[in-house]
């Protein structure tokens, strides 16, 4: 049964209302696309972190008004700077908000689930239209205005199918001979394309979007390898300077001993008891006190700028770290770690994220080399199409009894293929590559673990022999000053104790900076660092992992 035409008035308007609807439907905002992007990105991205880490969570990306960064500057140009305290969670927050490694990072990611949504769009039902006007002639005889607009929809199956469903309508009036009105035509097609050799096949058609799929679960993998790797190199550097600063507070302690020491020597040396030998000794030894102590104050500053390169924070600003840092590394225990070389390196094949992603693109290869190999087919291609135009001027009231169709096959041999020869062959070495690229990373973490465990044994070892060394020294001054006020030492015996003090209280420091730092690295290289769900915070007191992560199937991550 025929549907019945429209009333006279509707088909009058409705040509005019497609326009008018195309051109609305046009005007979207540039702030609605931005805001329409990030719903699709970031649910992309909430899903695939739930997927790899299992937190819902995602990392936005903008938002940088009124920035920590900002604010400091903005002091610095009216003059006002001020002394910015920072604690370890402090400089944690401050490098998850002004870090530039770290918002390049995070901007990656999002980029990466953007590409995701063009990937799912060719699967989409995909909307075009138009419309186009115009007057024309020729001479006084003929004088004409058209008006056209068109409306398809297409869309593409997971097999390969390509259905296109078009309307185009036409107004023609006449501008001479009093213009007796508009002469409508319209016209309805729908065609269809099936692949049945080369492209055919949900493997073949899906490749790039399942492609798309895995390069968002290893975008998210790779940004949460960062933001450990990352927050183990901001809290290094800090513990680092704290380092620093104690040694230059032992060196002024130390200078301050030498100086009392060649006072007393001085005195000494006034009163005729000490030779002038032992007085050019001490005040050799102040000086070399002063220089060492003035180079240990410039390298602290260069290590500060560095550090505030590093957050992201203006070269002028004022920091201020906070010693009591130090203090609760010093309370914690230092201990060996229980854990065999063959668990260590088992744990982290099974644990980390770089591991992982490389096994997967393995998997991206051969899935890609069976792409390669049906690009070398011949093309045999299905099509139909049926238009139905409308009667003679009457726009939007089709005629099915002049529907035209048509079917048939499209056949292209694969007579030359020498680019896709080439493809394929770069696709097996591709292959190779991976698989290598696997196994090198593997060894890689076997000596990255290998390394890390045998430098937390040599830090124990190491911070024991230190804590004992400043016993010892401490003793040892003590003991050779008074021997020295009863002549029974020389001035050279005090100085040496002196620097033997100073070098002991520095290695302890060190011992104890390189232990933690040391421990911090293996739980990085085990994946074992338990990074807040936003940000780059951690607990540092967290034991060691003793199993395998949640690993589920990648391709699952992102797909609706």
């Not at 102040?286 to 260069?302: M, P």
Request: aromatic share 4%; net charge negative; with cysteine.
């Amino acid at each position: 049964m025929l549907p019945a035409p429209l009333p006279r008035a509707l088909r009058s308007v409705a040509p005019l209302a497609l326009i008018a609807l195309l051109v609305l439907g046009a005007c979207a905002t540039a702030p609605e696309y931005l805001r329409e992007a990030d719903e699709d990105a970031y649910a992309i991205l909430t899903r695939a972190h739930e997927e790899v880490t299992g937190e819902a969570k995602v990392e936005r990306i903008g938002g940088s008004a009124g920035t920590l960064r900002q604010k400091l500057e903005a002091e610095l140009a009216r003059g006002e700077p001020s002394t910015l305290r920072i604690d370890i969670p402090r400089a944690l927050d401050i490098a998850a908000e002004n870090s530039r490694d770290f918002l390049r990072q995070r901007e990656s990611l999002y980029r990466t689930a953007l590409s995701l949504t063009s990937a799912r769009h060719d699967f989409e039902l995909r909307w075009g239209g138009g419309g186009t006007g115009e007057v024309s002639g020729q001479g006084d005889d003929s004088a004409a205005v058209r008006l056209s607009e068109d409306l398809s929809a297409s869309v593409r199956s997971s097999s390969g199918t390509r259905v296109v469903a078009s309307f185009a309508n036409n107004l023609l009036k006449s501008l001479v001979s009093g213009g007796a009105g508009w002469n409508e035509s319209s016209i309805l097609g729908l065609s269809l394309t099936q692949p049945l050799l080369r492209g055919a096949g949900e493997h073949i058609v899906r490749e790039p979007l399942t492609q798309a799929e895995r390069d968002v679960v290893y975008a998210v993998r790779n940004f949460e390898r960062f933001r450990a790797t990352f927050a183990v190199e901001v809290v290094s550097t800090y513990l680092s300077l704290l380092e620093q600063l104690r040694n230059i507070d032992s060196q002024r302690r130390n200078l301050d001993g030498i100086r009392r020491a060649r006072e007393q020597i001085e005195a000494l040396y006034t009163a005729n008891r000490r030779p002038l030998g032992d007085l050019d000794r001490a005040r050799q030894n102040e000086l070399t006190a002063e220089n060492g102590l003035l180079n240990a104050n410039n390298r602290f500053e260069a290590a500060m700028d560095s550090f505030k390169e590093q957050l992201g924070l203006p070269m002028s600003t004022k920091l201020e770290l906070d010693p009591a840092e130090l203090e609760r590394l010093g309370a914690m225990a230092v201990t060996a770690v229980d854990l065999e070389v063959e668990a260590a390196v088992r744990l982290a094949l099974q644990r980390r994220y770089d591991y992982r992603t490389a096994r997967d693109r393995v998997e991206d290869s051969a899935r890609q080399l069976v792409v390669a190999e049906d690009a070398l087919r011949s093309t045999l291609d299905f099509s139909a199409a049926v238009q139905v135009p409308t009667e003679p001027g009457k726009a939007l009231v089709f005629d099915w009894s002049k529907v035209s169709w048509s079917a048939g096959f499209d056949l292209g041999l694969a007579l030359d293929r020498l680019g896709e020869r080439n493809a394929y062959r770069s696709a097996l070495i591709a292959l190779d590559d991976r698989m290598r690229t696997r196994d090198e990373l593997a060894d890689q973490i076997l000596q990255q673990v290998r390394a890390a465990l045998r430098d937390i044994v040599t830090r124990v070892e190491d911070w024991r022999i230190q804590q004992n060394a400043v016993t010892l020294a401490e003793r040892r001054v003590d003991s050779t000053r008074e021997l020295y006020l009863a002549d029974r030492a020389s001035a050279l015996d005090v100085l040496d104790a002196e620097d033997d003090l100073l070098a002991a209280r520095i290695g302890l420091t060190s011992a104890t900076v390189d232990y933690s730092t040391s421990k911090l690295r293996l739980l990085r290289d085990l994946e074992g660092l338990a990074v807040e769900p936003r940000g780059l915070r951690f607990d540092p007191n967290l034991p060691l992992p003793t199993g395998p992560q949640d690993s589920r199937d990648a391709a699952r991550a992102v797909r609706p």
